[in-house]
């Protein structure tokens, strides 16, 4: 291997798809980011363009490669978001709008799903009380198939993000079993006495492949002809911890996307309801879960106040510290993990006369943080060990407030990294490792992780927060009975 080769990363996220050029030593060259919109066309559907995707990887990867010869890069890996679900033909072309992981549309069909699945099947499949929610991959494909049996006749393949990038970019249509959430069991085998239930759905899933497999060359108009190796991929939140240096038991990682995602690093495995734990790999488990709304919900609050983000972080620190009494509830469209309830909403409690856009500020991010703790704290359990620092990434990092804050709510130190991106480190480190470029995970975040800053928890505004959390976990107890009601 010569000096002048190069890994690429790319991340299919909620909001924009980012994507890096590494050197051969591990450095980041260069870094681009691309945008595409998202569709709410109704309460409880969320959709995007798969084709804007792929649009996104050829900009990425026309901007970072600018510099160099195409044909130096030794392979590249894509990781994106999961429970979203594209519904293709036989060529790959999407016959519906991606359905994405907050949509609800398949609420009813989950629930006649889950109830069909008896707690000594969910144990001997998954180890654990793992749930069929709106954004399952059956759920949805029951839909489709209710709904829209024309398309559903027509479907092919029923792929996640980054398994219809690779199709489109290599003609192979693969998945990994990590990605596959709820349908494979603890060896990572799909099965076949819960996915039979929904007529077709076997012929339609991809078929499984380790995620450093390479699946062929990959063409990218952005690539002016290079076509590089690309591997199978995972979902992000396993491609931030590679990309954290987290792979050891006892390490952890907390990812602020659109989404709250926290993932814990243990040798056993304790079911617990709402946490997804994974199949192990090599003697390893991860026990992970997402909220449904972490940066979602401050985007929101900016829109309805029809300021600026940074605005909204600028009044909250104005704050003081001090909201008021005000709590908030940031479940805007449901809850995921750890209650995966898709009818509870969110809000405001405690407002009063002298509440004002600076406490409301505040209490959003105090609230985002609230439902990250309720994770953290049923994730620990399933680990069976503590847990007093994370790895903090992801968009949501960038704020100090908001890091301290969430530092305070858990009680637990977040060392930011450097590169707030970790899922695109982490699919270069796919990429690494499967050219041979890394022996290892640890020799990869030996030369690819770096901590930028440690935000350690004060004592006693952890105290003052544990007192705020508890009436935040009361509040959705209390709130969560009228929702189901008017959805009965």
């Known amino acids: 291997m010569t000096e002048k080769t190069f890994l690429l990363g790319f991340d299919i996220g909620t909001t924009a798809a980012k994507g890096a050029l590494f050197d051969h030593r591990g450095r980041q060259i260069s870094f681009h980011r691309a945008t595409y919109p998202t569709a709410r066309p109704a309460e409880g559907l969320v959709e995007q363009d798969p084709m804007d995707w792929i649009a996104a990887l050829d ?11 195409p044909r130096t890069i030794r392979a590249a890996a894509i990781c994106s978001q999961v429970n979203t679900h594209v519904f293709v033909d036989k060529s790959g072309a999407p016959l519906m709008p991606a359905i994405v992981w907050q949509d609800g549309r398949a609420a009813a069909q989950a629930a006649k799903l889950d109830g069909a699945v008896s707690p000594a099947e969910r144990q001997i499949w998954w180890g654990a009380p793992l749930p069929i929610d709106a954004s399952h991959a059956l759920a949805r494909m029951a839909w489709v198939a209710d709904h829209c049996p ?32 709820g349908l494979v069991d603890l060896d990572g085998r799909y099965i076949p006495a819960l996915i039979d239930r929904v007529a077709g759905a076997a012929e339609r899933l991809p078929p499984l492949r380790r995620f450093t497999d390479q699946l062929g060359p990959m063409t990218l108009a952005g690539l002016g002809g290079a ?5 199978v991929g995972t979902m992000d939140a396993w491609a931030n911890l590679f990309g954290s240096g987290v792979h050891e038991p006892g390490q952890g990682i907390y990812v602020s996307g659109t989404s709250e995602i926290i993932g814990l690093v243990s040798q056993s495995r304790q ?20 909220t449904q709304c972490g940066g979602d919900a401050l985007r929101w609050f900016a829109v309805a106040m029809e300021r600026g983000i940074e605005d909204i972080l600028e009044h909250a620190g104005q704050a003081g510290g001090d909201s ?20 509870v909403r969110g809000g405001f409690v405690g407002l009063g006369g002298q509440t004002g856009l600076a406490q409301l500020s505040l209490a959003v991010l105090e609230g985002v943080a609230f439902s990250a703790r309720w994770l953290f704290e049923a994730a620990s359990l399933a680990a069976g060990r503590d847990y007093p620092v ?10 100090d407030l908001w890091c301290q804050i969430r530092a305070d709510v858990l ?9 707030h991106d970790t899922g695109v480190v982490g699919a270069a480190m796919l990429a690494g490792v499967s050219a041979g470029q890394f022996a290892s995970w640890a020799q ?7 901590t930028e800053r440690r935000f350690a928890p004060n004592p006693r505004r952890h105290d003052a927060y544990a007192r705020r959390y508890e009436f935040y976990r009361q509040t959705y107890d209390a709130l969560a009975p009228l929702y189901h009601a008017r959805e009965a």
């Open 150 to 181: 024309e398309r559903w006749r027509d479907t092919a393949w029923v792929l996640s993000p980054k398994d219809f990038c690779t199709f489109h970019l290599t003609g192979a249509v693969a998945s990994d079993p990590i990605s596959s959430i």
């Open 411 to 419: 009680g637990v130190t977040l060392d930011r990294v450097r590169q």
């Open 444 to 450: 990869a975040s030996a030369v690819m992780v770096q």
């Open 271 to 290: 079911p617990v309801d709402g946490i997804v734990s994974f199949l192990p790999i090599d003697g390893r488990h991860v026990h992970a879960g997402p």
């Open 390 to 399: 994370l790895i903090h990434s992801g968009k949501g990092s960038q704020s």
């Open 324 to 343: 008021g009494g005000v709590v908030f509830l940031p479940h805007m469209m449901g809850e995921r993990a750890p209650v995966w309830d898709p009818a």
């Open 59 to 69: 900009q990425i990867a026309a901007v970072v490669t600018a510099d160099i010869d």
């Open 227 to 231: 076509a590089p190796p690309v591997v």
